[in-house]
């Protein structure tokens, strides 16, 4: 799986978009961007996911660039409750793990009144 | 409702002792997985399975043990020979369709006094 790098956290203020960038330069052709959110002492939720196309959905869109070595999560008017881990993982959709996903460390998204 | 249960939420076991934590789906899901989080870190891959009776060893499978008699029912093991078990479990499914999206649980913190 590509390797991703994602800032530790970012502070975005409520109403405002959050932009959550996310670097892959290593991501191969048939690599999904995946995006999960963990709040505080739950499970992680998944959020949304695109190959090359950007990708929007009821929680969230993305935007991947068109040589695919970054994307943006951006959720388009932060509430207090978006204050979460995001997560960007990199994989293929089938593997010998089967499907696991690798979570890093995300970053921890925090939303200011 | 559909979903994922964990139980219970907060677990205490003195050192030496083994624990067994509950996944219980009704999503009829067909792949089943068991991360473990650290404070501040990352999921890190226990153990999965794609379907019933059988199951493999994920990243730290050491000092884990699975079984996998029921599609809906996932339980780990937590045995005296895993060195750290104090951490949060956390429980996941995955329909068997190709699509990468985990429902995660809603984990147990496990806590060896």
């Known amino acids: 799986d590509a390797k991703t790098t994602q800032p530790p956290s970012m502070d975005c203020a409520e109403g405002r978009a959050a932009n959550l960038p996310c670097n892959h330069s290593?991501?191969?052709?048939?690599?999904?961007v995946y995006w999960y959110r963990q709040i505080h002492s739950q499970g992680p939720q998944y959020i949304i996911h695109?190959?090359?196309n950007n990708e929007t959905n009821e929680m969230a869109s993305l935007i991947i660039t068109e040589d695919r070595k970054s994307s943006t999560l951006i959720l388009p008017h932060a509430t207090l409750r978006d204050t979460a881990v995001y997560y960007c993982?990199?994989?293929?959709?089938?593997?010998?793990?089967?499907?696991?996903?690798?979570f890093g460390k995300g970053t921890s998204l925090l939303v200011t009144p | 409702d559909g979903g994922i249960t964990q139980s219970p939420k907060y677990l205490f076991r003195k050192e030496g002792q083994n624990v067994t934590l509950s996944c219980e789906q009704n999503?009829?899901?067909?792949?089943m997985y068991w991360y473990r989080q650290d404070p501040g870190q990352g999921l890190r891959l226990i153990y999965y399975?794609?379907?019933?009776?059988?199951?493999q060893k994920g990243d730290i499978a050491e000092g884990y043990s699975v079984s996998r008699e029921k599609k809906e029912s996932f339980p780990l093991t937590v045995t005296s020979a895993q060195k750290n078990p104090t951490a949060f479990y956390l429980c996941?499914?995955?329909?068997?369709?190709?699509?990468?999206?985990?429902?995660f649980g809603p984990g147990t913190r496990l806590t060896v006094l």
């Open positions: 996941a499914s995955r329909t068997g369709t190709g699509r990468n999206e985990q429902f």
């Open positions: 290593t991501i191969s052709g048939n690599e999904y």
């Open positions: 695109g190959l090359k």
């Open positions: 993982i990199v994989r293929v959709p089938s593997s010998n793990s089967g499907y696991a996903l690798n």
């Open positions: 999503l009829n899901h067909d792949a």
């Open positions: 399975s794609q379907i019933v009776n059988d199951f």
